[in-house]
């Protein structure tokens, strides 16, 4: 039963114990090397934001094509394995537990950074029109993608299982699979991007089909109650556009609460992926989603404070995600817990660069 917790009261999540229900959530940063290999530049920011329950990595790639931007980290070679695990160790130095994002674009990617330096692949060939990519040069069109075979698709359901194994070499608890944001797993799962007309494309329950088998996989080698799902079901953003989308996330809530998960996360309708939108008028109450699953939820998007805790109170979530102001902010639970006074996000450095706007956001104790 949901309610009547502190936000600074510890929760259990599959097996263990969070200290806190202060959830950093998946940020990218653009931090990593070229061949995205995890730095000790991230170590440092991680280390910094070691006050949270759970911290949730930034979105990290499965395979050199489920990228679209550059220094993004990866996790399907040894060599990011090893890079990871001195992250994961500074991350998890003040108790907490940390999971990693598992990511595939599809097709908000761009031929530039795919590796045979073709378009992208994606369930259907319907391009990206309401936003631009944003290549070093400048923003140009999303391209039109290419279809994804079914041998395609089973090399990616494989290779989110052997980066989910590799999450947990490098001393990750548990993974994410990043389901929102319209990239590949909500491309599948919406009918006006996936126009497919085979076992992966028309009903709802088809559609489900690359999530469930994604699923499946990672459970060979990670157990249920290691792995959390993140959904936006009320975000267009990406030209995530469905006929139905109550139906569709109800459905596969559903699904996912069979499933013994860790958590499901779910990002609150208002956000578009990075930044907060007008909310749309068919926008799904996150609270009428929640209670669609049984065990823990964690929401995101725009919460202070106290619109976190009123969130816990009122029993639409356990645990409380803050993304921008966790960036802004390194010792956010320490400032929640005397009230004081957040700093403001800079928009130099939130991506790519080094140290500034990254590392340079001073805790309460530095200000002082
Ligand atoms: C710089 C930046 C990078 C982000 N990268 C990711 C990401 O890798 N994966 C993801 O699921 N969401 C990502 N998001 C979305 C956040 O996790 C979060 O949902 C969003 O910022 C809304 O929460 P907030 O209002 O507390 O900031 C990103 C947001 C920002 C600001």
Known sequence: MRGSSSLFEPIRVGEQDLSSRIVLPPLTRSRATDTGLATSLMAQYYRQRSGAGLIIAEGTVVLPQATAYPRVPGIYSEEQVASWRPVVEAAKSNGSTMYCQLWHVGRQSHSSVQPDGLPPKAPSTVAITGQQYRSPGGPVPYEVPRELIEPDIAEIVDAFGRAARNALRAGFDGVELHGANGYLI???LDDG???RTDKYGGSIANRMRFL?????EVFEHVPPHRVGVRLSP????MDAIDSDKRTLFSTVIRRLDECGLAYLHLVEPGIAGATSAEESSSAIPTSELAQLFTGPVIVTGGH???????LIDRGVADMVGFGRLFIANPDLPTRFAVGAPLQEVRKKGLYGGAAEGYTDYPSLAAEK
Do not use: C, M, Y
């Open 186 to 188: 909500e491309q599948f």
């Open 193 to 195: 991007i996936n126009l």
């Open 212 to 216: 469930e088998e994604v699923l499946q």
């Open 234 to 237: 009320s975000s267009d953003w």
């Open 304 to 310: 202070t404070f106290h619109s976190a805790q009123e």
